[in-house]
């Protein structure tokens, strides 16, 4: 109860735009004082682990891999019911929608840890990547901090990030851009963080085939499982090696399995 009040408390002094597809400007503040009616984490967890994107082809693979290392999962989504029907597994499904922050405040009351590979549904519109990649990275964090969350991992993508200037890159309404600026949110808000930064993504189970991380400025079209990313995630709650680092993965066939941990310290933070 002691983190669902403070996370309340704080988000009601926080004054966070309300995001809407006109870009309304700041007009409300958190409620305060409200339960948020979502469970404790059980005495025997690791701890509540909020994961955001949970529906899609690496998130699933992420939520899986997490629930069986012994932590609880709390799926973030716009729609409970159709979560629950698409998705098998013992996890706390609750509704939000990052582009409000006030929808964010209740699923984020006693969580430990933060994963988000939330993705634009839609190049131009109300889920465009201005909206969902960039504005709505930047709700999120500020809920985070509010929070105190342990330590917050980003999947961001191989091809954005700062290596190269992505505001001269115009393609599917300049979504590297905006993902690009969404990371600079997580890098400067304080909040112990990891970027992994995949290229192709199979969805297929991970720990089949060895793989290796590598700066962005190094990759070159390559692919990795959405299983192997789940494991690296997994890894990066808790590893202090990883808190910091930005890195592309790449599968590499003849690579020992369990190479990737040593890589860590090579990685840039950006």
């Not at 082809?57 to 799926?75: K, S």
């Not at 964090?141 to 330590?151: G, L, N, R, S």
Request: aromatic share 8%; no cysteine.
């Amino acid at each position: 109860m002691k983190r669902r009040t403070m996370v309340q408390g704080v988000a009601a002094a926080l004054l966070l735009p309300l995001l809407v597809p006109a870009l309304s400007p700041l007009h409300q503040a958190f409620a305060a004082g409200t339960e948020s009616g979502t469970e404790s984490s059980p005495a025997n967890s690791k701890g509540r682990v909020l994961i955001l994107g949970a529906t899609g082809r690496i998130g699933r693979f992420i939520a899986e891999t997490i629930y069986e290392a012994g932590y609880q999962v709390r799926g973030v989504t716009r729609n409970v019911a159709r979560a629950k029907s698409r998705i098998s597994g013992d996890y706390e499904w609750v509704q939000a929608d990052v582009r409000d922050p006030r929808t964010l405040v209740g699923p984020m009351s006693d969580v430990d840890y933060v994963v988000s590979s939330i993705r634009s549904s839609e190049w131009v519109g109300a889920y465009s990547p201005e909206m969902v990649d960039y504005h709505g990275m930047r709700n999120l964090v500020e809920v985070a901090k509010a929070a105190q969350v342990k330590h917050f991992v980003l999947i961001s993508t191989a091809t954005s990030g700062p290596q190269v200037d992505q505001s001269k890159n115009p393609a599917k309404n300049y979504v590297r851009h905006f993902k690009t600026k969404g990371e600079a949110v997580v890098r400067e808000s304080g909040l112990s963080h990891t970027i992994i930064a995949p290229g192709r993504v199979p969805e297929e189970p991970g720990g089949k085939t060895g793989f290796i991380l590598l700066a962005r400025k190094d990759y070159y079209v390559s692919q990795i499982t959405a299983g192997d990313i789940a494991l690296v995630t997994l890894d990066a709650l808790t590893n202090p090696a990883a808190r910091g680092k930005a890195f592309a993965m790449r599968n590499e066939p003849g690579v020992p399995l369990g190479a990737w941990r040593d890589q860590y310290a090579d990685m840039p933070d950006k």
